[in-house]
T-cell receptor, first 109, second 112 residues
Framework: QKEVEQNSGPLSVPEGAIASLNCTYS??????FFWYRQYSGKSPELIMF????GDKEDGRFTAQLNKASQYVSLLIRDSQPSDSATYLC?????????FGTGTRLKVLA | GAGVSQSPSNKVTEKGKDVELRCDPI?????LYWYRQSLGQGLEFLIY????????KSGLPSDRFSAERTGGSVSTLTIQRTQQEDSAVYLC??????????FGQGTRLTVV
């Protein structure tokens, strides 16, 4: 089993809709969870992090963590064409950040 | 500097030549990471440095790859006898601790 699993997509949503991105992980000792956004040809940039079970909201983004089920998700409300990118999930149990392969999101205008 | 700085931005080399990629992390960041991203693929962990501790080299794909970090700051990733499959974007990242890592702009390596 891969340490971090994401659906590669592409996930296509119409402009203004909610995009839901999911990630499962295998290490029950993981403490911190992060979502990165990567535009084509650019480096990943950190957009959200979550440590505790439940929801964390930041603007149009909400991260959801369920440690018992070992999944973390990212919701993007009012999706914009500028949100079109690859979204990478990662966690840090000790120090090593293991990344999923990413989900490609396409927001259709 | 304000962010992680990598050089060169692009490197084209002939198969069999050695290359050196440089990373200058954010000032004060004790942790430094190297990742590799092949076209259309995810991030592949290569090596991790933390302060003066022995580096975690578990991700290096072969003994042609090596890295060092001098004075706890600048790091150099060296690839000897480059092969075409080494073509990728090499990303460096740094952090203070467990609050996520920040990436440089990457070095795009092309082996011809």
């Amino acid at each position: 089993q891969k340490e971090v699993e994401q659906n590669s997509g592409p996930l296509s949503v119409p402009e203004g809709a909610i995009a839901s991105l999911n990630c499962t992980y295998s290490d029950r000792g993981s403490q911190s969870f992060f979502w990165y956004r990567q535009y084509s040809g650019k480096s990943p940039e950190l957009i959200m992090f979550i440590y505790s079970n439940g929801d964390k909201e930041d603007g149009r983004f909400t991260a959801q963590l369920n440690k018992a089920s070992q999944y973390v998700s990212l919701l993007i409300r009012d999706s914009q064409p500028s949100d079109s990118a690859t979204y990478l999930c990662t966690f840090s149990g000790t120090y090593k950040y293991i990344f999923g392969t990413g989900t490609r999101l396409k927001v259709l205008a | 500097g304000a962010g992680v700085s990598q050089s060169p931005s692009n490197k084209v080399t002939e198969k069999g030549k050695d290359v050196e990629l440089r990373c200058d992390p954010i000032s004060g960041h004790t942790a430094l990471y190297w990742y590799r991203q092949s076209l259309g693929q995810g991030l592949e962990f290569l090596i991790y440095f933390q302060g003066n501790s022995a580096p975690d080299k578990s991700g290096l794909p072969s003994d042609r790859f090596s890295a060092e970090r001098t004075g706890g700051s600048v790091s150099t990733l060296t690839i000897q006898r480059t092969q075409q499959e080494d073509s990728a974007v090499y990303l460096c990242a740094s952090s203070l601790g467990v609050g996520g890592i920040g990436f440089g702009q990457g070095t795009r390596l092309t082996v011809v």
